[in-house]
């Protein structure tokens, strides 16, 4: 009963800190941008704007909840409530050096989850009942399902070189080289993938303002809408820490690895900044003609690879 109050404990405490940690990558997020156009952004609620993401999150949960009257209520307030929960979901899979929930199939559990995604945000865009939100939920599912199949072929290459599902090992198997060296082509595609699988800049067809006013969260407001910009932050903020843990050898007991996953949530954000949105005849040819090919031969690459040093290990 004791380890199960200390587990449930740390879930609690892992939850805060995520959201916390959200609150402020909003906060650096409105910073980074305001630098690049050359203004200040947020600087006046707190010492340079520090309680800025405390005032946004008391406006948008107290705003007036809007009602649509033909949609489908039950889901229409369900959707943001299941996008949330599998953003934070997600966060269970981190290896902890307490053996909070850290398994040898953390890998898969995450791989599973990342893949629920899609159900909330189809949800979301059909239970509006609006066609702005039903294209804009229709462009993500196709965006997210075709990134997955290039994404797991990609992971599979990771996955081969290191013979484990536990995240644990990606870090003892990079003490000597990060595999962002090693992989450098896989890393780069990974990234780019990720890009695309949290719907972010220049891959944001899901929001495109300009022709879908605001995507499949059209019709949201106050709760709903902070429920999902959560999610959408929470799972970048998880982005950044598998790409590290991936990628960049990171190990939790090192101060380095926090340094590490704050370099790479700025890389969305800077890639948010400096780059315009790509076409979506594009965006797909991108991932069937250019990266599904090319993780596949990199797969296949590296399977023999393994497997020449199996055979090297044995003799």
């Known amino acids: 009963m004791g380890d199960l109050v200390l587990m449930m404990l ?82 269970l899979g981190i290896p902890f050096f307490s053996k909070n929930l850290s398994f040898n199939l953390s890998f898969l559990f995450v791989v599973s989850v990342m893949s629920l995604g899609v159900y909330s945000i189809i949800f979301a865009g059909w239970s509006s009942n609006s066609s702005y939100a039903m294209l804009g939920s229709l462009r993500s599912i196709a965006q997210m399902i075709s990134y997955e199949v290039s994404l797991i072929l990609i992971l599979l290459s990771f996955l081969f070189y290191v013979f484990s599902f536990s995240l644990m090992e990606f870090s003892y198997y990079q003490s000597g080289s990060w595999f962002f060296f090693s992989f450098f082509f896989l890393g780069i595609m990974l990234l780019v993938s990720f890009l695309a699988e949290t719907n972010r800049s220049p891959f944001d067809f ?16 106050s709760g709903g809408f902070a429920l999902i910009f959560l999610a959408e932050y929470a799972s970048i903020l ?61 797969l296949m690459f590296y399977v023999s690879l393994s497997q020449g040093f199996v055979v090297m290990s044995i003799m």
């Open 10 to 91: 740390s879930n609690l405490i892992q939850i805060v800190c995520v959201l916390v940690g959200v609150a402020f990558l909003t906060l650096l997020e409105r910073k980074v941008l305001g630098y690049i156009h050359m203004r200040k952004g947020p600087n006046k609620l707190g010492i340079v704007g520090l309680f800025q993401p405390f005032g946004d999150a008391i406006k948008l949960f107290t705003k007036e909840q809007s009602l649509p009257f033909s949609s489908n209520l039950g889901i229409f307030y369900f959707s943001p409530l299941v996008n949330f929960f599998l953003a934070i979901l997600l966060w």
């Open 238 to 298: 998880f982005m950044s820490m598998f790409s590290s843990l991936v990628l960049l050898g990171g190990s939790l007991d090192s101060f380095f690895f926090f340094i590490q996953v704050s370099l790479v949530a700025f890389f969305w954000l800077w890639v948010r900044g400096s780059l315009p949105r790509y076409r979506y005849d594009k965006l797909m040819y991108l991932v069937w003609k250019c990266y599904l090919p090319i993780s596949l031969m990199m």
């Open 206 to 221: 899901a929001e495109g303002e300009s022709e879908l006013v605001s995507g499949f969260n059209v019709e949201y407001s």
